[in-house]
């Protein structure tokens, strides 16, 4: 019996998905850094600010999916979280181009940007997961396999990462923090252009059918 290949659909989601986590983590391995060394903040209220964005990113898609779930569908929650976040990533380099300048501004900047980031991620992380299994016919033993696949993406973003990021971020002169936010807010356009550009050709049914649509009325 020959083996079924997987949807086109699914490396798309696979790339959209490696991008945005190579955003995310990038960001996150030089954020505490950037607070304590150009935004001179203690490590104990830099740990706290990193300690609650790490955890708001968490509770977000609860909201996010209802909202998809509801109102949006998940392709435009997807858009518009990704949109989001890269305001975030660029607001964060705002922030790092600044500090040098006026602390508060660039504080008030990092503020802004990580509440477009935490926003961003709630709409856009619950989204993409779940339309991978829409990709595939009720009962379709390929399902396992393919979460597989797209988590493979995950670690992937998550791999390279802190090697580019941290690498053009941490050089030890924290004007170069700005750099690795840069890239990370390039990784989440590469993200977002990738998903608008391929999402009407390949994220169908078998059928043909599009998924991730908005509901035809909004659920009362």
Known sequence: MIKQAHPKGLYLLFVTEMWERFSYYGMRAIFVLF????????????????????SL??????????????????????????LLMAIGQFMMFFSGSLFSQSIGTATTMMYVGL???????????PNISSMVGQLYPAGDKRVDA?????????????LLAPLVCGTLGDTGNAHD???????????????LVVFSLLKNRYLVTPEGKAIGMAPKRAVD
């Open 115 to 125: 509440g477009a980031l935490i926003a961003g991620n709630g709409m856009f992380k």
């Open 146 to 158: 393919a979460f597989t696949i797209f988590y493979m993406g995950i670690n992937a973003g998550a």
């Open 177 to 191: 923090f700005k750099w690795g936010f840069l890239a990370a807010g390039f990784g989440m356009l590469i993200s």
């Open 57 to 82: 990113v968490y509770v977000t898609p609860l909201i996010g999916g209802y909202i998809a779930d509801r109102y949006w569908g998940n392709r435009r929650s997807i858009i518009t979280g990704g």
């Open 35 to 54: 607070m304590v060394k150009a935004l001179l903040m203690d490590k104990a209220a830099a740990s706290g600010i990193y300690g609650t964005y790490t």
